[in-house]
C-alpha cells in the first residue's frame, strides 16, 4: 500500500466525499477513499438512514439511504480505491508526495481532500447514570430503522432539526408521539416546525425530562413544567432523545493547518493553508459558511477541480460542461469497439 501513490486521497466518506470520489473520477484522477466508519454514506449512514431529506437539489425529498445508494453507484462509475473501518491519524510530506498514516498503513497521494464532516462523532446523552442506564432498553439517541418503532408509543426530546425530523417522520409508525422541549423556540428550520404543530403529534413546550421509569424495558417517562414544576407521567414504549451530536478533529487537529474551532479553514479554492490539502463540506470554515449537504456537494466540485491544477498546472480548473464531455468520450469509445 506505501508504494502505490494515488492523485486525490478522500478522508471521509460521507455524502460530500462520494460526490468529491465521482468528480475526481470523472476529472481522470486515480482516487482513492478513506473512511473510519464501516459503511459508506458517514453520517446520514450512521444517523438517519430512514430520515427524508428534503433539501437535495433534484429531489422533493428523499430518504438518506436512498441518497447514499445514489451517490455510491454515481461515484463508484470510475473505480476509486475504499478503505473502510480505517482511521487517518499522521500526515506527513516527502518532497511532492503527501502520506497519510492510518491505524492499518500508510497511504501515499498527490492530494489529500478533507471531508470528515464534523470529525468523529457521538450522540451526546443525558450524562444522568439513572437516565443513561435505559440505553438499549428503550433510550435511544439515534435512529437506524423506522420499524423499530412500529405501534410503539414514543416521546421524543428536543428542539433540533433531528428531533422535528424523526418525529414527522414516524408519524404512521408509531401509534402515538409526544414531543417535549425545553423552550418554546425551536432550532429546527421553519417549514418543519410548521409541519409540527399541524402534525398529529402532541407538543409539549417548557417540558423537559425528570426519569424514566419501567420493569426491565422502558415503560414511562415523568416530564415535568420547567416553569411550574408540575410532573406528568406519560406512558411510553421508547424515549427519543436528539440532544446532538459530540464532535471532534481528532488527529487532523495537529497536522498544521489554520483551524477555526472544529472546523479546518479554506479559501474560496476549497484550499486548507497546507499546500495540496483541501477540505470540502461540514469540516470547512470560511466567511458565510453553510453547514448543508446541497453546499457540501459545490464546495466537492471546486475542491476536485483546483486539485486538478496544483496536479497538473496545465489543466484547466473548469471541467467543462459533463453532457458535452460525456457525449464526446460515448463517440471515441464507439469507434474504438
Given amino acids: 500500500m506505501a508504494d502505490d501513490l494515488f492523485d486525490v486521497t478522500i478522508v471521509g466518506a460521507g455524502p460530500t466525499g462520494l460526490f468529491a470520489a465521482y468528480y475526481a473520477g470523472f476529472r481522470g484522477l486515480r482516487t482513492k477513499l478513506i473512511d473510519s466508519q464501516p459503511d459508506l454514506g458517514g453520517q446520514v449512514t450512521a444517523l438517519y438512514p430512514d430520515k427524508f431529506i428534503y433539501d437535495v437539489a433534484g429531489f422533493p425529498k428523499i430518504l438518506g439511504k436512498d441518497l447514499v445508494t445514489n451517490l455510491v453507484e454515481q461515484a463508484m462509475q470510475y473505480k476509486p480505491a475504499v478503505h473502510l473501518n480505517e482511521n487517518v491519524q499522521t500526515f506527513s510530506r516527502a518532497e511532492d508526495v503527501l502520506e497519510l498514516g492510518t491505524d492499518l498503513g ?110 426491565g424495558q422502558v415503560g414511562e417517562a415523568v416530564i415535568f413544567s420547567n416553569k411550574t414544576q408540575a410532573e406528568e407521567v406519560l406512558p411510553v414504549d421508547a424515549v427519543l432523545a436528539f440532544l446532538g451530536l459530540v464532535s471532534n478533529l481528532g488527529p487532523i487537529r495537529e497536522w498544521g493547518m489554520e483551524i477555526d474551532d472544529d472546523s479546518i479553514v479554506v479559501n474560496t479554492k476549497m484550499e486548507t493553508t497546507l499546500a495540496g490539502l483541501y477540505a470540502a463540506g461540514d469540516i470547512t470554515a470560511y466567511p458565510g459558511k453553510l453547514k448543508l449537504i446541497a453546499t457540501g456537494f459545490g464546495e466537492a466540485a471546486t475542491a476536485v477541480n483546483n486539485a486538478m491544477t496544483y496536479i497538473n498546472p496545465k489543466a484547466s480548473a473548469f471541467p467543462g460542461h459533463s453532457s458535452s464531455i460525456m457525449e464526446q468520450k460515448e463517440k471515441a469509445g464507439a469507434k474504438t469497439s
Avoid: C, N
Wanted: glycine content about 10%; hydrophobic content about 40%; charged content about 30%.
Fill in 106 to 215: 500508510t497511504h501515499r497521494t498527490k492530494v489529500v481532500l478533507i471531508t470528515a464532516g464534523i470529525g468523529a462523532f457521538t450522540p451526546k446523552t443525558f450524562k444522568r447514570p439513572e437516565l443513561d442506564k435505559w440505553m438499549g432498553r428503550g433510550l435511544h439517541f439515534a435512529v437506524r430503522s423506522k420499524e423499530d418503532f412500529r405501534g410503539k408509543r414514543l416521546l421524543v426530546i428536543g428542539g433540533g432539526d433531528s428531533a422535528l425530523d424523526w418525529a414527522l417522520g414516524l408519524v404512521g409508525y408509531a401509534s402515538e408521539i409526544t414531543l417535549i422541549h425545553r423552550r418554546d423556540q425551536f432550532r429546527a428550520h421553519e417549514d418543519s416546525v410548521k409541519k409540527l404543530f399541524s402534525s398529529p403529534i402532541t407538543v409539549k413546550v417548557f417540558y423537559e425530562l425528570r426519569t424514566i421509569r419501567g420493569d
